[in-house]
Every structure is written in structure tokens, then in C-alpha cells.
């Protein structure tokens, strides 16, 4: 059975940590694709400083370049908040038996309780959480024991069930984030090296984040 990654996020804009960690876990996990979800409306946090197509686009030209990477602009189509837990739900419509496994950085995971229907997505998927610098795996609380209970460091795991696991895994750390990238860009310096030339110059084009207003 094929397996896919789900790899959700702002992408205002897509960096080389986003897609270094994409293309890892691709390679480790044996994944058959990983799709690329923008959020259009964000749930958690303030509304994106790029428009969803300017986003869509640099997304589209960052994944052209590796085969297995997929956009998937669902949640850019659908009115309303960007829920995962609607997009795993289509997914899983999709293709009932299918592997599907959410990816989030540990920042990310450390939030997941206060997703929409949070303790949902782990029924629709499993959980595949990549290491960032400065943030550590959660020992207590809800996430303490979704970890004590689905926690697996098996990729078999992962194939042999469609969802329910959660998996935790090193991946090269690349210190970079799209507000320090938005900073840096409405400071006057180059992003160069820190994401695609391809992406750069749809920055440059078009001039988003130009503004002070970065935020
Ligand atoms: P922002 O600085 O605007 O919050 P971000 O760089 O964290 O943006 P998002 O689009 O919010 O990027 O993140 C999407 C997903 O990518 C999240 O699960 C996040 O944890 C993960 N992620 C972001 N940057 C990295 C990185 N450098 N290494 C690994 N994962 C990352």
C-alpha cells in the first residue's frame, strides 16, 4: 500500500527547512508522495503577509524541482478556516486504507492540542513529528501520553496501519524560519541560500515583503 506525508503549513514563504524536512522524510519514511498543504486562514495565528496565490506559487516553483513533492491547494479552495483535520478527512475519503502521515515540526506538535479536533487527527493519520532546535519532545500531558501510548520508532509501523501512530525523528537542522526570513527581506538583505533561487525571484518579482508590515 502506498504511503503518503501531508505536510501543512503557511509557507509564507517555503524555505529550505520546510523542504529539506519534506525531502527526508520522503527518502525515510519511503513515502510515495509528500503533498504540500498551504493554509489559506490559519486557525492559530495572524492572517499570512503573502496572498494565498503569491504563497501557491512560490510553493509551486520550490516543488518542481523534486520529484514525489505534490502542492495540493485544497485548503486554498475551501472557504472557512483551514482545518487539518477536514483536509485528513478528504484524504482518508480518498483512500480508505491508505497511509497517511501528518507532518509537523516539534514546535508544532507542541501546539496540537488546541487544533480543531485535534485528538481526530490522529484516528485519520499518523503523527510524524520532525526535531527542531530549541524545542523538545513533551513528556506530560495530553501529548505526554499520546506519546506513551502511539509512539513508535518503526517505519514498518507506519505502513502496516493506515493511522494511529505517532513517530518522532531527527532531521537535519536547518535553522531557518519564514519571520526571520520576512525580517531579514524588509531589512534590505538577501534570502540567497536560505530558500530556492526559484522562490527568490518570485520575492523579488513581486515584491512581497517589502513592506515593514511583516508580521
Ligand atoms: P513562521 O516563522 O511564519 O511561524 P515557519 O518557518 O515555522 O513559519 P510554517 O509554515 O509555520 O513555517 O511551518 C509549517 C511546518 O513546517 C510546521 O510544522 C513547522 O514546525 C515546520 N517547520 C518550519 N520550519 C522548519 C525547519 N526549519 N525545520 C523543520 N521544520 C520546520
Not at 7 to 31: K, M, Q, W
Not at 50 to 71: I, T
Request: neutral net charge; hydrophobic residues 45%.
Amino acid at each position: 500500500m502506498t504511503a503518503i506525508g501531508v505536510f501543512g503549513g503557511t509557507f509564507d514563504p517555503i524555505h529550505y527547512g520546510h523542504l529539506r524536512t519534506a525531502f527526508e522524510l520522503l527518502g525515510a519514511l519511503r513515502l510515495d508522495e509528500v503533498r504540500l498543504v498551504p493554509a489559506a486562514r490559519p486557525p492559530h495565528r495572524g492572517l499570512p503577509v503573502c496572498s494565498a496565490e503569491q504563497r501557491l506559487a512560490m510553493l509551486r516553483a520550490a516543488a518542481a524541482e523534486q520529484p514525489g513533492f505534490v502542492v495540493d491547494d485544497r485548503e486554498i479552495r475551501r472557504e472557512g478556516p483551514s482545518y487539518s483535520v477536514t483536509t485528513l478527512r478528504e484524504l482518508r475519503a480518498e483512500a480508505p486504507a491508505r497511509p497517511l502521515c501528518l507532518i509537523v515540526g516539534m514546535d508544532a506538535f507542541l501546539g496540537l492540542p488546541q487544533w480543531h479536533e485535534w485528538q481526530a487527527l490522529v484516528e485519520l493519520a499518523h503523527v510524524v513529528v520532525a526535531r527542531r532546535p530549541g524545542w523538545s519532545a513533551p513528556t506530560a500531558g495530553p501529548l505526554g501520553e499520546l506519546l506513551a501510548q502511539c509512539a513508535t520508532d518503526r517505519v514498518e509501523d507506519l505502513h502496516a496501519a493506515p493511522a494511529g501512530r505517532v513517530y518522532v525523528c531527527g532531521v537535519t537542522q536547518l535553522e531557518i524560519s519564514s519571520t526571520a526570513l520576512r525580517d531579514l527581506i524588509v531589512a534590505g538583505h538577501d534570502p540567497r541560500y536560505l530558500l530556492p533561487d526559484a522562490v527568490r525571484a518570485i520575492i523579488r518579482g513581486t515584491g512581497c515583503y517589502q513592506s515593514a508590515d511583516t508580521r
